[in-house]
C-alpha cells in the first residue's frame, strides 16, 4: 500500500548514479529479463494449454521490451523474491503485481504506478460477514507482501497463516485449514472464478486499503526507470494499456473488474 510515499505528476528525473547503466546493458544483450508471477492469475501464471507463462503484466513487459527492440526472458517469482531478483542482478524488472511502498522504494526505484486494487478476503460463505471477525479466523496469505503487513498492522490479534504463493493459499481456504483467505480484489477475483464450486465462497465487501502497483528496477537505474516510464505513459495515449487492461479485466474476461487509474494520473515523486 502507498502510505507516506509521495504521489505527483510530472517526470522522473534523469538523475541518478554515473555507473548505473542498465538500460544500455540491456540494450548491448537485446534480452530484458523480467521477473513475473506463474502462479498469480490473471497478473501471471502457466496457461494449462500452453504451458507458458502469461498475464496482464507479462503483456505489459513483453511489449516494453518490443519498444527497446529486444526479446523477453520471463523469470518466475513468487512475492518473496522479487527484491532479491532484482538486487542480486538477476533480473533487469520485476512486472509482478507490486505494490508500492515506502519501505520497497528503499531497495528498488518503482515506476509511475499502472494498476490499484484493494486487499480484500474470500471465504466460504457467512463465515466473514463484517471485519469485527477477523480476529477470530484463520486467515491464509502470501508471505512477503502487502497484504500480510496490511493485516498484522491493522488486526494484530488475527491468526495469520502464510503461504508461499496464492495457489496453496487458496487450497488451503478450500480443504478447511484457514477460513479465509486475503490477497488483492483482482486476484481473488480470478481464484473464486476459477473453481468449480464457486458457489459454496464469497466476496464479502470488507475492504482492508488500497494499493497501487508499479514495475520495479534496481536502484540508481534512472535511465531503464525513464525509459518505462515513458512507455508506460505512451501506452496509455495510444489505448495499448486498455487494451491489455481489456484482454485480463474487461467485460468478457475471466475477471472482470472496473478500471480504477489511467496510467500517468499519479506518479511516484523521485527522490
Known amino acids: 500500500m502507498v502510505t507516506s510515499l509521495a504521489l505527483a505528476i510530472g517526470s522522473f528525473t ?13 540494450r548491448k544483450a537485446g534480452v530484458l529479463r523480467v521477473a513475473a508471477f506463474d502462479g498469480n492469475p490473471p497478473f501471471g501464471y502457466i496457461d494449462p494449454a500452453s504451458k507458458k507463462q502469461v498475464g496482464h503484466d507479462i503483456d505489459l513487459a ?5 519498444s527497446l527492440g ?3 526472458e520471463l523469470v518466475p517469482t513468487n512475492p518473496a523474491n522479487r527484491i532479491p531478483l532484482l538486487t542480486s542482478g538477476k533480473v533487469d524488472v520485476v512486472f509482478a503485481s507490486f505494490t508500492i511502498t515506502d519501505e520497497r522504494a528503499k531497495a ?8 490499484l486494487v484493494g486487499q480484500q478476503f474470500l471465504a466460504k460463505k457467512g463465515v466473514l460477514k463484517d471485519a469485527a471477525q477477523i480476529k477470530d479466523i484463520r486467515i491464509g496469505t502470501e508471505k512477503g507482501t502487502t497484504m500480510e503487513s496490511n493485516l498484522r498492522k491493522n488486526y ?3 491468526k495469520v497463516v502464510l503461504y508461499d504463493d496464492s495457489p496453496f493459499a487458496l487450497a488451503a481456504l478450500r480443504n478447511g485449514n484457514v477460513q479465509a483467505i ?3 480484489g483482482v486476484k481473488l477475483t480470478a481464484q473464486w ?3 468449480p464450486d464457486k458457489e459454496k465462497y464469497e466476496i464479502p465487501p470488507i475492504t482492508v486499503s488500497k494499493e497501487y502497483l508499479g514495475a520495479a528496477v534496481p536502484k540508481g537505474e534512472a535511465r531503464l526507470l525513464e525509459a518505462l516510464n515513458t512507455w508506460l505513459v505512451d501506452s496509455e495515449k495510444n489505448g495499448r494499456a486498455l487494451a491489455i487492461y481489456d484482454t ?3 467485460p468478457n474476461s475471466k475477471a472482470p473488474l472496473p478500471r480504477l487509474l489511467k496510467i500517468g494520473d499519479q506518479r511516484v515523486a523521485a527522490n
Open 193 to 195: 472464478n476459477a473453481i
Open 108 to 115: 528498488v526505484d518503482f515506476t509511475t504506478p499502472y494498476f
Open 62 to 66: 513483453t511489449e516494453f521490451a518490443k
Open 14 to 26: 534523469l538523475g541518478g548514479a554515473a555507473w548505473a547503466d542498465r538500460l544500455d546493458d540491456v
Open 182 to 184: 486475503t490477497n488483492d
Open 70 to 72: 529486444v526479446k523477453i
Open 156 to 158: 494484530p490479534d488475527a
Open 248 to 250: 485480463w479485466f474487461g
